[in-house]
């Protein structure tokens, strides 16, 4: 799923280019650091956007409305479905999440770069309809690092925690299709292996395509 900007006085940045921006999709299981590793990389890029998504989940102490999601009701949610609003949505654990398709549009076309949050239902969806994203799955350092991570999170029934595992592991599975894949065994470094791969992708010569042609 996909979560909040963290660009707040550096979200009206303007592009100077008429080129479509690109996305990367950041998959992880739970306790993985994904949510560390993309506010490290924000902090890096300030011209890159994190891509806000909506949920039915309440919000989480800390969170903001607007900023870490768009927290709505299960009513309006299942409006937005109907309408078509959404790029992706799924269900994790009673709650629904989904990034607005028409939100994403918009930013790509005004050549915004965006980062999203999304688990593996929602990136094979995403990359369906969206095949040029670049998506990347974020690894803990073992199995046995997870189950500590997962322990951490405050998942103190037994149940709890091996319900997680469970899904943990069968997210994993699907790495098979991701282009990138960060073991975050240092946050730091997983943060500049983020980093790389946005500023590789930005150098790739089809996307320098227009700016190519006048030596050519």
């Given at each position: 799923m996909q979560k909040g900007s963290w660009m707040n006085s550096k979200k009206n940045v303007a592009k100077d280019s008429d080129?479509?921006?690109?996305?990367?999709?950041?998959?992880?299981?739970?306790?993985?650091?994904?949510?560390?590793?993309c506010k490290g990389v924000l902090k890096m890029?300030?011209?890159?956007?994190?891509?806000?998504s909506y949920t039915t989940?309440?919000?989480?102490?800390?969170?903001?409305?607007?900023?870490?999601?768009?927290?709505?009701?299960?009513?309006?949610?299942?409006?937005?479905?109907?309408?078509?609003?959404?790029?992706?949505?799924a269900e994790n654990y009673g709650y629904l999440y989904g990034t607005s398709g028409k939100a994403m549009k918009d930013f790509l076309e005004r050549g915004c770069d965006l980062i999203l949050d999304i688990d593996p239902r929602g990136a094979k969806e995403?990359?369906?309809?969206?095949?040029?994203?670049?998506?990347?799955?974020i690894l803990p350092p073992s199995i046995d690092e997870l189950k500590v991570r997962l322990r951490r999170r405050g998942f103190e029934e037994k149940e709890v925690i091996e319900r997680r595992y469970k899904r943990a592991m069968g997210e994993i599975k699907e790495i098979i299709w991701y282009d990138y894949v960060i073991v975050n065994d240092s946050l730091q470094i997983a943060?500049?292996?983020?980093?790389?791969?946005?500023?590789?992708?930005?150098?790739?010569?089809?996307?320098?395509?227009?700016?190519?042609?006048?030596?050519?």
């Open positions: 080129e479509q921006g690109l996305f990367i999709v950041i998959s992880a299981p739970s306790g993985a650091g994904k949510t560390s590793i890029l300030p011209n890159v956007r994190f891509s806000v989940r309440p919000p989480r102490p800390g969170e903001e409305n607007g900023k870490d999601y768009y927290f709505i009701s299960k009513q309006e949610f299942k409006k937005r479905i109907v309408e078509g609003e959404f790029a992706e949505w995403l990359m369906k309809n969206y095949p040029e994203g670049i998506f990347v799955f943060i500049d292996n983020l980093r790389s791969i946005y500023v590789a992708e930005k150098s790739r010569r089809e996307r320098l395509a227009e700016k190519i042609k006048d030596f050519m």
